[in-house]
């Protein structure tokens, strides 16, 4: 029954150590969404793709970049992450862009060390 | 820069009693509005949603309320429930022709507890 998958859900990388984050979906959805969610906050959009049209948000560091390989797997790369990486990310799924009901994944809670 | 923000980050309520969350925006460009319900450890569940054109919205015992005149969005949950307890988040999405929008603006969060 599960529609959006990440894996894995915890993941602990070292300071500096090249990590990728994985979702997939069986929705089908044209629109796939990494959001970063720190202890209480709100979750903050990263970027989104609209099929493999890439849309990076501005104040995204350079320092994240996503792949997304066909319309059922999209990644999060983080190149060198740091302690304030340390966050839970979440991949979610639409139809479309517009009025369209975002799907949450469980997330992946990273852990910098 | 423009943003999604709530009024209250905690909400106690009776069981049983109605609740209501409030949401304020002020990007008046938004076209879509949406409540998510978030628990410990997962993530953001669809809870109702609201397009600009509309005031008012109603679900299963929730009800969302949109003023543009104030941009104030609002979600009434009745008969509240233990299973109600959570983090409710607004969020906001602008949309463009074409069929394109820009991803969803999370509000601050609200955490609902829910007294026996």
């Known amino acids: 029954d599960a529609m959006v998958i990440q894996n894995p859900r915890y993941q602990v990388t070292q300071f500096g150590k090249p990590v990728t984050l994985s979702c997939s979906q069986t929705?089908?959805?044209?629109?796939m969404y990494w959001y970063q969610q720190k202890s209480s906050q709100a979750p903050k959009l990263l970027f989104h793709?609209?099929?493999?049209?890439?849309?990076n948000e501005a104040d995204t560091p350079d320092n994240f970049q996503s792949r997304r390989p066909n319309t059922s797997f999209c990644f999060l790369d983080i190149r060198s992450p740091g302690l304030g990486d340390a966050a839970m990310y979440l991949c979610?799924?639409?139809?479309?862009?517009?009025?369209?009901?975002?799907?949450f994944g469980p997330g992946t809670r990273l852990t910098v060390t | 820069g423009e943003s999604v923000g709530l009024h209250l980050p905690t909400l106690s309520v009776q069981e049983g009693d109605n609740s209501i969350i409030n949401c304020a925006y002020s990007?008046?460009?938004?076209?879509?509005f949406i409540w998510y319900k978030q628990e410990s450890g997962k993530g953001p569940q669809f809870i109702i949603d609201?397009?600009?054109?509309?005031d008012k919205r109603q679900g299963q015992r929730v009800t969302v309320l949109l003023n543009k005149t104030v941009k104030h969005l609002s979600l009434q949950i009745a008969a509240t429930q233990p299973g109600d307890s959570a983090v409710y988040f607004c969020?906001?999405?602008?949309?463009?022709?074409?069929?394109?929008?820009?991803?969803?603006?999370f509000g601050k969060g609200t955490h609902l507890i829910i007294q026996p």
């Open positions: 979610a799924t639409s139809r479309q862009g517009q009025g369209s009901e975002q799907y």
């Open positions: 969020a906001e999405q602008r949309e463009y022709s074409g069929g394109g929008a820009d991803g969803l603006t």
């Open positions: 609201i397009r600009s054109n509309m």
């Open positions: 929705l089908n959805h044209n629109v």
């Open positions: 793709y609209y099929d493999k049209d890439f849309n």
């Open positions: 990007n008046s460009a938004s076209d879509y």
